[in-house]
């Protein structure tokens, strides 16, 4: 299993939601972030005169992937999060040792991939 960890735009995330359900990932966790990397931040102009922000807003999604579709989520957030424009976002690939669903005790694959039956709703 994988975990991937995606920074991007804010105004990007229903795109990627949207992308991710169609190809069958809807769990996640998404986190407002903030952060910089090589776009440094904004410089704005004010009356006054140059102001900077150097830690942008940004969205987190954390995704836990069985690894045969690892790469299928990457290509689905990098395609629907991508502006070409600066500031896009990184995806990161950690490996997941274990997964455990807190309500049956179902682990691994079978934890992330359960569809509920009447008998366990």
């Known amino acids: 299993m994988k975990k991937i960890e995606a920074i991007i735009k804010e105004e990007r995330l229903d795109a990627v939601k949207k992308a991710l359900e169609a190809k069958g990932i809807l769990g996640m ?19 006054a005169g ?12 954390e995704i836990v992937v069985d690894d045969a579709d690892c790469d299928m989520v990457i290509s689905t957030v990098t395609e629907a999060a991508r502006t070409g424009g600066i500031g896009d976002g990184m995806i990161f690939v950690l490996p997941v040792e274990h997964a455990i669903r807190i309500r049956t005790g179902e682990k691994d694959e079978t934890a992330l991939y359960h569809e509920p039956t009447a008998a366990s709703v």
């Open 50 to 61: 140059e102001y900077r922000i150097d830690l942008l807003h940004k969205m987190k999604l």
């Open 29 to 47: 966790t998404v986190s407002e972030v903030v952060g910089r990397g090589r776009q440094k931040g904004l410089s704005l102009q004010w009356r």
